[in-house]
């Protein structure tokens, strides 16, 4: 069983939920990363993903677009944070979600990547542009890995697709809350919970929602509908703001309302 898979069945067998943070690697120096990876862990998160920058992030809102910029301008490169990746295995035991545009991949080379990222200990992979009709360039060498491909429906997605979709994976769905950018919001659209609700019934999978989630009162909301929650551009401020204590109370929180182990 991939760390994944055994993760949520941990989670479900005791009825919590899963929290996953997002963070920009190489934002704040790539040396900076396995600390933060370690202090993500210790604050009680189910799993991270970690964000690879790229010059052309097509689903990113502003705060992980300039995280990306920062990242970009002291010299990160996919390579750079592969080898930190493999230090980070060292001392962190929960899943690790490589986030990565294609674009990166192709430069890097698709059997090197997927050969690297599994020598560093890589869990999942998330590929937001790759739509399930091209996977093929890169599923058989991922499964060969045991890397899983999480792959991503929204709110325009239909529900025939979102059974393709899910049908296909076997770590958990990404859910996206919104129909935009990433970013924290106030509001949800009025059709998000049922969406929610639906995709839940759907799934022979967990279910997780991403995108626009910064408060404990929206965690509480939509973890009523899934299987838990992804955070990014909320974790990438208060990384570059050194709000470390706003984070450990945000995740403790989190713990204790919806019973995150
Ligand atoms: O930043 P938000 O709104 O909390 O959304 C999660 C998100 O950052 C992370 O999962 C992510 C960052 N970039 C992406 C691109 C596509 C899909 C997902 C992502």
Redo the contacts with the bound molecule.
Sequence with gaps: MNRIEQTFSILQSNNKKAF?P?I?AGDGGLNSLVDRLSILERFGASAI?V?VPFSD?????P??QQAGLRALQNGTTLKGIIAELEKAREIISIPILL?T?LNPIYSYGIDKFVHDIRSAGVDGC?I?DLPIEEEEIITPQLEEAQIELIR?VTLTTPLERVKTISSKGRGFL?T?T?KG?????NEYDAKLQQFLKTVKEISPIPVMA?????TKEQMAELTEYCDGV???????DLFAQNGLSEMEELMSSFKQETKLV
């Design positions: 996953i997002y920009l993903e964000g992030p097509v689903a990113d809102g705060t992980i986030m545009y998330i937001p991503l990404y996206v919104v950018i990433t970013g924290v919001r991403g995108f626009g989630i910064s992804i955070v990014g551009s909320k974790i990438v």
